[in-house]
């Protein structure tokens, strides 16, 4: 309220906000409402798809004012019924439509201010309530749901409160103004910060007629002898709506603004093409369909070189408003099709340009529908306007979007092809976008792939099951891994580690450090001394080289678990014969890469069937949760009875991982520790004399025969004779060993106590040595040589030939 003006005086008295928010509708012929802007939305109540074809009567209760009207403007004031608000004062003005297609009134109103203080600058009579049309308005608006107000300002009076409203408004030009509002009744729409100008559509006012894109007309506003203008819009089904482009522009704004908020709002490349398509209809266009590269669409790097007539498109996604399943046989969304030169579709993707085409006529409908096999286009494209507008990221084409309107609705025009280009370039960065993170996922899940181990699930004694899930965090890299490692002795090495942090640079560590863990196991290192080795590889990687990682050795002869651990959250033992779980107690000790911490090593006894499960702390720990929760939920799980050792883990799985909260990577390995019978071991010691390896080669063939594995015998006496012969040849003082280990495979080991490790050598004609190992490597399935505690162990695994 103004100085000096009390709450009393009369509401076209009082102050008035220097913007309108205005409501903008359109109704065809048929009383259809075919516009409906987002500022009718939020004074009516009534979203934009839920007004759209419905009757204007049942969204906008003024319209029974208006709906009789002689075809020129009118304008009134209503108190209305409001869903959701209650009953509010609204001020409204009409206007006939001509030359624009089924689109017959323009109806604008606005919100009243409590008390009758309204946004128009004419007070609550409104521009054209003083003229005997707005009065006989005023005096019908007695419908059922709003009620009239009939109070209006004099010329006079209204004329001198205008310098107050609008200062740079002197008194001439202001009587000017009012003296034409109140004799023509059109109501003041819009006016900017220097000067303020009535609305005056080209009915019964001079005007210049101007042509625009060839097909849509405008009228300049010509008003008491002002030069500038104020428009509105009545949006893409009114056509060019004369008079009021300033308005159509806002419009088109707030069209790019809302769809700006509604795409992109994820980094999924098959949701982003879903919401870029679904953006355009039915505000913009009636059909909508996208067409993506093959690169963009598989996520792979960006596309190579501009696009040609052998370019390949796979139709991603279609849109559109006609009845369900009307395109759907025709325009298949998966389709992949290359476009010839003479297609508006080629020359969009070669120009990065738009391709308007008003009207599709014959000619063009069947030179589209041509490129279609045993399909007709033509009954759906002909006579619809369309509009084809590239989707470029970097100045290079991504792909391109088809854009129809139908013929009952106006063509697209110039405006419409700069709002359709600003629309696909804010689609085409989301796209990339999303291209450029499938590529990253892409890339990472490769890189992860490759370095976590392609794991035997069956190993001497031992059968092993796995499961990995990457990270929520972007990137989906890690630094988790598992392994299992053969060891001589028909012994399993089981392997988990964690590398702190993520991303890459984790990935990489964990790569690193686990190829470093095989390299040692390898040497058949004890736990401990293989955890001392690797925590001083660490340390000199550098200082960031954390990990925590646990390993275990498991011996199915002797039934035992060796285990180091570095820091690793403790494994679980699952027991065959009551089916109870545990954590077991193992020394904890610090990290890999602390330096200076002992690592200690346990020795667990086992049972055949027992179940050890190892994991990283990915899958119990939780963000606001004991880390002892996730334990015990581990416990409880890992006990399930499980039909297979997939299953079980599965059962783990969904156990922990439905918990909210998770965004680190998972990795577990389960190991049911099946042992080996002793019936299906023999072991002999041997002098270190030559008069031993006859003797080797009879206990072979001797014990197979008692397996019943006579098949097997004569390969395996002959390389268990080269063998030994070799140990035999380099033993010192102590004695040779021979063990033959029967599982799926036939596992011969020889020891003795020479630390030199045998080679694969090149020999000539005259050598005496030397071809022993290559008759191994020739007939063995696989052999190796590794050190032990007291000197080496040659091994060699052979086929079971069953009789």
Known sequence: MEPGTPESAPAWRRPV?????????????????????????????????????????????????????PGHPSAGRARCDVPGRGRIDVLWWAYPLVDCGTARLLVLAAEDEPGGTGPGVAGPGVAGSGSAEGRRVGRELAAPGFTPHTAFPDAEELARRFPDILPAMG??????????????????????RLRQVPVTPDWGVPRRAERRSGHARTARAATAGEPGRATADAGPAAGSVPGLEHAAVRERLEFLNEVSGSIGTSLDLERTIREVTSAAVPRFADFAGTHLRAAVLAGEGFPDGPPDVTTVWHRVWVEHNDEPGRWDDTVPVGEAIAFPEHTPFFRCMVTGEPVLIPRIGEELGERISAQFEKRDLRPLINERSLLVVPLKARNVVLGFMVLLRRADRAPFDDMDRTTGAELAARAGLVLDNARMYTHQENVADTLQDSMLPQLTPRMPGCDTATRYLPG????????????????????????????????????????????AVQTMAALDLPPGQLLRRLDDLAQRLGEHYLATCLYAVYDPIRSELTIGNAGHIPPVLVRAEDGRSRLLELPTGAPIGVGGVPFETATVRVAPGDRLVLCTDGLVEVRGQDIGAGLAALCESAAHPAASMDDACDTIIRALNTRGGRDDDVALLMARLNGIPPAHVAEW???????????????????????GLDGAAATAETLAGEVVGNAVRHARTGRVGLRLVRTDMLLCEVTDDDHTLPALLSTGEEDEYGRGLRVVSALAREWGASHSGRGKTVWFEQPLMRP
């Open 171 to 192: 008194p001439a030009t202001s009587g000017r103004v009012v003296s034409q509002v109140l004799e023509l009744g059109y109501p003041v729409l819009e006016f900017n």
């Open 17 to 69: 906000p220097g913007r309108i928010p205005l409501a903008v509708a359109v109704v065809g012929a048929t009383g259809l409402v075919t516009h409906w802007s987002s500022g009718a939305s939020r004074l009516f109540g009534h979203g934009r798809e839920e007004a759209l074809g419905r009757p204007a009567g049942d969204l906008m209760p003024i319209c029974g004012a208006f709906s009789g009207l």
């Open 472 to 515: 929520t965090r972007l990137g989906r890299v890690g630094g988790d891994w598992f392994d299992t490692i053969k060891l001589p002795g028909s012994r399993t090495a089981l392997v988990v580690g964690d590398v702190m942090g993520h991303g890459l640079h984790s990935a990489a560590m964990m790569g690193q450090l686990r190829t």
């Open 685 to 707: 010691e041997l002098a270190p004399e030559p008069r031993e390896v006859p003797r080797a080669r009879r206990l072979v063939r001797e014990q197979l025969a008692a397996w």
